[in-house]
């Protein structure tokens, strides 16, 4: 078997033996007959949550969208779908997804595994849109979960970290579709955001700051404006002293923004603006890493200050830093259950020497705010910090006895960080 990477080509899966199943009878089969299985998404992870040392199971070949219903507004997809093709197939019917993450090239299953989230006071992680799944679960089995039906125990499967089995199909609530504006701000004094941090982030219906560092602020503030709230000429001519970009911009400093998404206060549909880059582009891969920390909101405007200490540390290893808000949820394994939150992500240089020496004293500055980190990218925490934010985790735990009881969904990630 050929040598298998994630995207960021930083890890390689160890599996021996690796499926790409065209239907459920495949996917019940393999589950069957395997000792141990994890199932990989489009591979967007940064760290081995989906390695397995036995079996990887991929549903590349199971993408289709199965079913829009008008009525219930509800879309139902099958386990491999992206989110780009997912966004275009909403739209030519006249519907969206509240949220999205920075990329639409994320499997919509792999990234509400993992609680992926995009930025808004007001919008919790993709997870959240999530109303039913049908899971294979250890025995080969295809089970039904639904918002509806489990109750409390659906806030534990929302979020498996692909711990519960394979889902093969995914129900998510839709919405209306709607056009949103994209305007982006440059220079904004980390001064003014001490001030004004819950007014800059209230102020579009998602909000992302950039910095690398490399001066003592943002460069770069994002507003991505509902148009049916706001019209152009409600575009403020400054955003607490940051001044309005002449063109588009890439979020990282130096790098064409042709990737990106349209700006400059251009109206286009949500799937073209909530996400920071073009589906028809591939962002380019194998040249970053990263690591993100979801901190809750109260203890927002000091743990940044935390980061900004460390800023001549962190400049020379880093791409960007980028501040977004998250809106809180019920999910047992979400780093947002019960709190709004604020995400301080760091793309980092593709440097893990150098990056793993400065994770563990920025993880340190970041203790005393309770960052927990996203399961999908590159921490160094011990585990029983890690355990130490979810309350849940007995009940999750048992989540997972009650539809796998031998572990065969469990991989080293799951062993350490759930039940080690
Ligand atoms: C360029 C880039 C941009 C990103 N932007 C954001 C962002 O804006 N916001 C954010 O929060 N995160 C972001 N991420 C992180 C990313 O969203 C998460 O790591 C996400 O989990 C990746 O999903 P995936 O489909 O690639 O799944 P993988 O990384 O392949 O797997 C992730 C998890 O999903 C499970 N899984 C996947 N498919 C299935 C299935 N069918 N059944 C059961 N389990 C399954 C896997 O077992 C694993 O536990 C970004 C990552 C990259 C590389």
Redesign the pocket.
């Known amino acids: 078997m050929d040598q298998q990477k994630?995207?960021?080509g930083n890890l390689i899966y160890q599996a021996k033996h690796w499926y790409e199943p065209e239907s459920v009878e495949q996917v019940q089969a393999i589950v069957q007959h395997a000792s141990h299985v994890?199932?990989?998404?489009?591979?967007?992870?940064?760290n081995d949550?989906?390695d397995s040392n036995d079996t990887i199971?991929s549903?590349a070949k199971l993408n289709q969208i199965l079913t829009l219903d008008k009525d219930k507004r509800t879309v139902t997809i099958e386990?491999?779908v992206?989110y780009g093709e997912l966004s275009s197939f909403l739209q030519e019917h006249g519907f969206a997804l509240p949220n999205l993450?920075?990329?639409p090239?994320?499997?919509?299953?792999?990234?509400c595994?993992?609680?992926?989230?995009?930025s808004g006071d007001r919008n919790p992680?993709?997870s959240s849109s999530v109303r039913a799944m049908k899971?294979v679960t250890a025995n080969g089995e295809e089970v039904q979960f639904s918002r509806e039906k489990q109750g409390e125990e659906w806030n534990g499967a929302a979020v498996?970290?692909?711990?519960?089995?394979?889902?093969?199909e995914m129900t998510l609530d839709v919405i209306p579709s709607f056009e949103v504006s994209q305007y982006v701000y440059e220079h904004l004094p980390f001064q003014q955001v001490e001030q004004h941090l819950d007014d800059i982030f209230s102020s579009a219906y998602s909000v992302s700051l950039f910095t690398d560092w490399k001066q003592d602020g943002f460069n770069k503030v994002w507003l991505k404006q509902l148009d049916a709230e706001f019209t152009p000429d409600q575009a403020r001519p400054d955003i607490y002293g940051a001044r309005p970009a002449l063109a588009n911009l890439h979020p990282l400093p130096g790098l064409e923004a042709i990737h990106c998404t349209e700006q400059m206060g251009v109206p286009g549909p949500w799937f073209d603006r909530l996400?920071h880059?073009r589906l028809d582009f591939t962002?380019s891969?194998g040249s970053?890493l990263?690591s993100?920390y979801l901190v809750p909101r109260q203890y927002a405007l000091e743990a940044l200050k935390a980061v900004r200490n460390m800023r001549e540390t962190l400049a020379p290893l880093l791409h960007a830093n980028e501040i977004?808000s998250i809106a809180k949820d019920t999910l047992w394994l979400s780093p947002c259950y019960q709190q709004d939150a604020i995400?301080i992500?760091l793309t980092w240089k593709d440097n893990w020497e150098a990056v793993q020496q400065v994770l563990p004293q920025l993880e340190a500055a970041l203790e005393p705010f309770q960052a927990r980190p996203?399961?999908?990218?590159v921490f160094m925490m011990p585990k029983e910090r890690v355990q130490s934010f979810y309350e849940k985790l007995p009940e999750f735990r048992q989540l997972l006895e009650k539809y796998d009881p031998e572990g065969k969904f469990r991989n080293k990630?799951i062993n350490t960080y759930i039940f080690g």
């Open positions: 994630n995207w960021a994890r199932v990989v998404g489009s591979r967007h992870s940064f949550i989906a199971i549903l386990g491999g992206r993450a920075s990329l090239h994320i499997s919509v299953v792999g990234a595994a993992t609680a992926t989230h995009g992680c993709l899971i498996s970290l692909g711990a519960l089995g394979v889902v093969t996400p880059f962002p891969s970053e990263q993100e977004r995400g992500h996203h399961w999908g990218k990630f």
